[in-house]
């Protein structure tokens, strides 16, 4: 199946996003409550440039990849060195835009300073024990991983810290499930925790790392989409979801040759449904197409379904996932 006609819609939308050289918008148009942050936008700057990169069209000239460049560090504050948005937690927002600076080989202007105490063990340790895993692990994921991808990019921490991490996070592991803290998931959300779980999962597949239990990733999966229970419209707009599901069974399947044909067979079947979705969405009306972040979401699910169904999905330009760059989306 030749999906560039989808390709093609991704371009004109960045395209229907652009302000100025390398400044973006987020948003098209305001909302009913009229929340969003119009005009020039971090999470404007750093999906444009994702979703460009992604297609095979990134920007190539020196001068105008200066002017992206120039935009997102204007962005940090310089006593912190993080980056605000206000839909997102400030470390998700920082990780967003240092991943998004690292396409063009460039890092932020200042040291990201609020983060540097996380640098100690206990530090570290503490902050990850006391997210909220039992209630919202899925927006408290940008904050546990999100440390990990800013201070990695940045190259602010060691080898021997990026163990502890990893430490960490196997240790707590829920091995009845391979998602998320042993102990404190409910298995009603369970689909909430593998959206948060897919966090970490990236950071471990960037750090060159053995995923914890991936037979029991894989099962997990496989039972969510069997049983009809991730999103309610899973696969039917555009977000994160299904690059989250997506990612952590096609990787998981990498690991481990558990249940391999099925998963497969189960994301082609999905492949279907999400590029019939693309396919038919009218993407001047669309507020999935509206949100330049939501629209990356969509961008990353595709380029991980191509690499996982060799042959199957075709473009000009092959697709290609940022995170097998660096982590973070």
Request: aromatic share 14%.
């Amino acid at each position: 199946m030749n999906i560039d006609v989808v390709v093609d819609k991704l371009y004109r939308t960045v395209q229907m996003h652009r302000l100025a050289e390398g400044a973006y918008s987020r948003y098209l148009w305001q909302n009913a409550e009229n929340s969003r942050k119009m005009g020039v936008n971090e999470y404007g700057c750093a999906d444009a440039a994702n979703i460009l990169y992604t297609i095979g069209a990134f920007e190539g000239d020196p001068a105008r990849r200066a002017c992206w460049v120039k935009t997102m560090q204007d962005m940090q504050n310089p006593e912190t060195g993080l980056f605000y948005e206000g839909t997102h937690h400030t470390i998700h927002t920082t990780a967003h835009v240092v991943a998004a600076l690292e396409l063009f080989d460039a890092r932020p202007r200042y040291p990201l300073t609020a983060l540097f105490p996380y640098r100690e063990k206990d530090r570290l340790y503490d902050m990850l024990e006391h997210l909220d895993w039992d209630n919202k692990p899925w927006p408290q994921s940008h904050q546990g991983a999100g440390l990990f991808a800013a201070l990695t990019i940045t190259r602010s921490v060691d080898a021997e810290w990026q163990r502890w991490y990893f430490d960490w996070l196997r240790e707590k592991c829920d091995p009845t499930t391979g998602i998320s803290y042993g102990g404190r998931l409910d298995r009603d959300t369970l689909a909430h925790h593998l959206y948060g779980w897919f966090h970490y999962m990236f950071n471990h597949e960037y750090a060159r790392r053995a995923m914890p239990y991936p037979d029991k990733l894989i099962d997990s999966c496989l039972d969510l989409y069997e049983k009809d229970a991730l999103d309610p419209l899973f696969g039917r707009r555009c977000g994160f979801c299904e690059i989250d599901w997506v990612f952590c069974l096609n990787r998981a399947a990498r690991q481990t040759p558990h249940r391999f044909a099925e998963a497969k067979a189960r994301l082609r079947d999905f492949s279907r449904t999400f590029i019939d979705y693309l396919m038919t969405v009218d993407e001047e009306k669309a507020d999935d197409f509206n949100d330049l972040h939501m629209l990356f979401g969509a961008a990353c699910a595709l380029a991980e379904l191509q690499a996982a169904l060799p042959g199957e999905l075709e473009t000009t330009v092959p697709l290609k996932l940022v995170l097998d760059r660096r982590p973070f989306i």
